[in-house]
Each structure stands twice: as structure tokens, then as C-alpha cells.
């Protein structure tokens, strides 16, 4: 069992920043995968990235470049920098841990089933 809490959201300007920050309690140790998933209202919840217990990671497209996952194991915690938030960035965002599937965290994206979610924050971007 994993407890997952987000916080760091609110509302910015376009260009502008925001850190995410997802803390995590319980049985981390079964948990190999963390990351990030969105959703905006009337569209798919998508992934937004990933990293591996050993630092990998893993982004949308939409996201490159403008986004840092990290992580902090002495605090337990997942982090996500947004900079260069644009409009389209605006979607509640989920923080979610899983074990690792045989190649790692290949499937985290695409399969949604499985591992533990957090409540979402609310991530907000004017134009």
C-alpha cells in the first residue's frame, strides 16, 4: 500500500513556472516506476514522464525540454519542473508509482491499470 500526495499546483501566466511535488508513503520499496499523468477537461488522461529507480526518464513529446522529473529518496518524494507552461499545459496533474514491467517502465504510459495514484493538483495557464 502507497499513499500518494500531491502539491504545487496553482494558477500562472503563460511562460511562466511551477514545481510539483508528489510525496509518497508506504511500501515504496515494491515500486520501480514514478511518474506523471495529466488530464484536461473533454481529453484522455496521457502521461507526461517517468523515471526509473535508477534515473532514467522518460517524456511526452508535448513536454520536452520544458519539463524535469526527478526524484528525492531520502525525502521520498517525486518532483516535476514546469517552465515555459503554456496554455495547453493546464489539466490536473497525477502523480502515480508502479513496479517495473519486463523491459522496466516502458508500459507506464500506455497502461494506466496497476500501482498507486495521488488525488491530482490543478495546474492552470493563461493565455
Known amino acids: 500500500q502507497v499513499q500518494l500526495v500531491e502539491s504545487g499546483g496553482g494558477s500562472v501566466e503563460s511562460g511562466g513556472s511551477l514545481r510539483l511535488s508528489c510525496a509518497a508513503s508506504?511500501?515504496?520499496?515494491?515500486?520501480?516506476?514514478m511518474g506523471w499523468f495529466r488530464q484536461s477537461p473533454g481529453k484522455e488522461r496521457e502521461g507526461v514522464a517517468v523515471?526509473?529507480?535508477?534515473?532514467?526518464?522518460t517524456y511526452a513529446d508535448s513536454v520536452l525540454g520544458r519539463f524535469t522529473i526527478s526524484q528525492d529518496n531520502a525525502k521520498n518524494t517525486l518532483y516535476l519542473q514546469m517552465n515555459s507552461l503554456k496554455p495547453e499545459d493546464t489539466a490536473i496533474y497525477y502523480c502515480?508509482?508502479?513496479?517495473?514491467?519486463?523491459?522496466?517502465?516502458?508500459?507506464?504510459?500506455?497502461?494506466?491499470?496497476?500501482?498507486?495514484w495521488g488525488q491530482g493538483t490543478q495546474v492552470t495557464v493563461s493565455s
Open positions: 502515480r508509482v508502479t513496479g517495473a514491467w519486463h523491459n522496466g517502465c516502458v508500459y507506464f504510459f500506455r497502461y494506466e491499470e496497476g500501482g498507486y
Open positions: 508506504g511500501s515504496t520499496y515494491r515500486y520501480y516506476c
Open positions: 523515471i526509473d529507480n535508477q534515473g532514467s526518464t
